[in-house]
Every structure is written in structure tokens, then in C-alpha cells.
């Protein structure tokens, strides 16, 4: 399983950005939970949002309710994470993950139970 999160880049405060996350190969997303995670220097990957399978529902880490949307579009085997409103402590690396089996149906958002993460896109916010 390979992942690539992609739609980084350097915005001003206040404004909007789309971050995306697609497969190589046959994986589909549409199948798996995934997760959008981000992380800054000396600091844990932290959860910000992932969405689930079986109900389609969602977690957003309470730093970001309200301002982030996770969706699905599987026609383009792609899940976005909509960043609106974003604030300077948003800035960090964003990265995309696939969970473990057998953490899959456990609606779980932490970084030590996805196995399958791509490159990370740079997220920096502007004041």
C-alpha cells in the first residue's frame, strides 16, 4: 500500500486549503479507513481527522472542529482534508495513512495503529 498526501504549501492566515491523499496500485481507498495526521519538530504525530468504512464516520481532533472536513471521493480514489480557517498552529507536515487489519474496524485515530503512510505535504501558514 502506498499513499501520497499532496496540496501543501504556504497560505496566509484565515484562508482555505484542500489537502489530498490518493493510492498507487490497486488500493482503494474506499475500502480502508484513513487518517490525516501532522506533525512539528520535537513534537508526536498527532490525529487530526479520519474517517471510517463501515458507517462513514468521521473523528476530528478538538483542535480543528468546526474548520477541517475529511471526505471521500472514490470515483478519483482520493480522501481530502479541507482546512478552512486555518490558524498558524495548523502549520506542521500532514501525512495520510492506512491503518493496521486489525485496527480497522476499531474507529480508531491514533497514529500507532495506521501502518501504511505516504510522504508527508508542508503545510505553512502565514500571519
Known amino acids: 500500500v502506498q499513499l501520497q498526501a499532496s496540496g501543501g504549501g504556504l497560505v496566509q492566515h484565515g484562508s482555505s486549503l484542500r489537502l489530498s491523499c490518493t493510492a498507487s496500485g490497486s488500493f482503494r481507498l474506499e475500502y480502508s479507513a484513513i487518517g490525516w495526521f501532522r506533525q512539528t519538530p520535537g513534537k508526536e504525530r498527532e490525529g487530526v481527522s479520519c474517517?471510517?468504512?463501515?458507517?462513514?464516520?468521521?473523528y476530528y481532533a478538538d483542535s480543528v472542529k468546526g474548520r477541517f472536513t475529511i471526505s471521500r471521493d472514490n470515483a478519483k480514489n482520493t480522501v481530502y482534508l479541507q482546512m478552512n480557517d486555518r490558524k498558524p498552529e495548523d502549520a506542521a507536515v500532514y501525512y495520510c495513512?492506512?491503518?493496521?487489519?486489525?485496527?480497522?474496524?476499531?474507529?480508531?485515530?491514533?497514529?500507532?495503529?495506521?501502518?501504511?503512510w505516504g510522504q508527508g505535504t508542508k503545510v505553512t501558514v502565514s500571519s
Open positions: 495513512a492506512a491503518p493496521y487489519p486489525w485496527a480497522s474496524g476499531t474507529h480508531s485515530c491514533a497514529s500507532d495503529d495506521y501502518a501504511y
Open positions: 474517517i471510517y468504512t463501515s458507517d462513514s464516520l468521521e
